[in-house]
């Protein structure tokens, strides 16, 4: 467990409370580099006690919000890895994205 994650996620404003359960929970299961890996969203609704959907949803907003990267597998595990951004080091990927996105639009 990676405590300072867990501060990290604690203090994080204004979110749902989903949102925050969500990050909470990611926060519990990260390692020393702030990573989550593995955890299907079935897991990660399980962990909260919500739907697959719902936590799909609280992700999603927490990426929208630069919060966490997720990476999916590669190849059918459904599995993926979460990065936490508590220290603002995956602002370069977030950058490529929007400007991939803003391609695409």
Known sequence: MNVTALEWARAQKP??????SVLLVLASLAD????????????IAEFVGCS???ANRALRNLATEQLICNIRDVGDSGR????LNFNG??????RA?????????
């Not at 080091?89 to 977030?94: A, D, N, S, V």
């Not at 994205?97 to 639009?105: F, K, P, S, T, V």
């Open 15 to 20: 979110l749902s409370i989903l949102e925050k």
């Open 32 to 43: 020393d580099h702030e990573i989550v890996a593995g955890q299907s969203q079935r897991d």
């Open 52 to 54: 697959r959907q719902a």
């Open 80 to 83: 993926s890895f979460y990065f």
């Open 89 to 94: 080091k995956y602002e370069l990927f977030y």
């Open 97 to 105: 994205l929007e400007a991939r996105q803003r391609g695409a639009a």
